[in-house]
């Protein structure tokens, strides 16, 4: 797992340079379809990153989209007119059934189909119309950390396609570059906070807007390495009813780039401090960072559209250091495998 981590940067930068015209002839088959709306089908690490790409479709190209729900297909044979619609699969494997039968049964009832995956031969890219290929490599760790930030850049260069931004690909190199200072810098914060919180039972992992596919990453990391119960939850919803759980010594991590969700988070952050939470805040902004009861700095002058891919890697560090600190092997979890099969 943190072989694999360590190698993100260069997968972003080999997804930019190898993946990049490929996106386009996509986003100008896209184009030429009148798209009304788009719908997302995954599970697991790759329904994270179908949350990325919700927020940046509407957020960027002003595209309504929705998280599609596979078992609506495969087991309540539904029927679904989706004439007008991109339907797009992500999978690293592309072997997931459930998924595959969705986006055969979206084809032949009149969707644009389209595969996101590691697996550009599989059964999910034989079923669609289009394919793009996250060129990760072969990831040996069943918890997923290259292959998720390398389907973030597909996704986000496809955003940027279809909106004909032409130097997409010099922002995720910039990305990787601040990885790599995240590796550098962020990396001993978060091993400090590990080894601090290593008999935490429960915590919940918080963010808002784009990066909550961050918070809800994490916490899958969380729960499949180190065997915590984390709930993500946007902060905004997290004030509401949630917000009970908050008593002293609870631990709430807060994902906190620089954007416009800042300001509202920032008063989030004052309210867990004034109750008495223990408030891991992973930022980089000083300003947030003083309320926090451990705080993990970030790279500074990150854009807010690929913030999701550089505090991704700051979730993965936590999660792979915490398993670490509680004797755990985070290459082994209990009782999975690196592709699951559901129907």
Same mark, same amino acid.
């Given at each position: ?169 010099? !922002?995720? @190199?910039? /990305?990787? *570059? ?8 962020? +990396?001993?914060? %978060?091993?400090? &906070? ?6 935490? !039972?429960? @915590?919940? /992992?918080? *963010? ?8 809800? +990453?994490?916490? %899958?990391?969380? &729960? ?22 908050? +008593? ?96």
């Amino acid at each position: 797992m943190r072989v694999e981590i360590g190698e993100q940067p260069e997968v972003l930068r080999r997804v930019a340079e190898q993946e990049w015209r490929a996106i386009q002839a996509v986003a100008s088959q896209i184009r030429e379809r009148d798209i009304r709306a788009v719908f997302l089908a995954a599970r697991g690490s790759s329904d994270n990153a179908a949350t990325y790409c919700k927020y940046l479709l509407e957020i960027q190209n002003g595209i309504p989209c929705g998280l599609a729900a596979p078992s609506v297909v495969s087991l309540y044979r539904a029927s679904l007119n989706l004439h007008g619609t991109l339907v797009v699969g992500i999978s690293q494997s592309g072997q997931t059934p459930d998924g595959v039968e969705y986006i055969a049964y979206a084809r032949a009832n009149g969707a644009l189909t389209l595969s996101v995956t590691n697996a550009p031969e599989s059964p999910l890219a034989r079923a669609s119309h289009l394919t793009l290929w996250i060129r990760a490599g072969t990831e040996r760790s069943i918890a997923a950390t290259k292959t998720y930030t390398a389907t973030l850049a597909v996704l986000y260069l496809l955003s940027e396609a279809l909106r004909g931004q032409h130097d997409a690909p010099q !922002h995720i @190199c910039h /990305a990787a *570059a601040l990885i790599e200072q995240t590796l550098q810098q962020t +990396e001993p914060h %978060l091993q400090t &906070i590990a080894n601090r919180y290593r008999c935490m !039972h429960a @915590c919940v /992992a918080l *963010a808002r807007g784009v990066n909550q596919s961050t918070a809800q +990453e994490t916490a %899958l990391k969380l &729960i499949e390495t180190c065997y915590v119960m984390c709930k993500a939850y946007s902060i905004a919803d997290f004030m509401h009813g949630p917000f009970a759980l908050v +008593e002293p010594g609870f631990p709430c991590l807060l994902f906190a780039p620089d954007g416009i969700t800042f300001p509202t988070v920032l008063e989030s952050a004052s309210k867990l401090r004034a109750n008495g939470a223990e408030a891991i805040i992973i930022a980089s902004s000083e300003e947030i960072l003083r309320l926090a009861c451990v705080p993990a700095p970030m790279p500074a002058n990150i854009p807010e559209m690929l913030s999701p891919l550089v505090y991704a890697v700051a979730g993965q560090l936590l999660a792979y250091h915490l398993a670490r600190a509680r004797d755990l092997d985070p290459d082994q979890p209990r009782g999975l495998r690196k592709i699951t099969k559901t129907l």
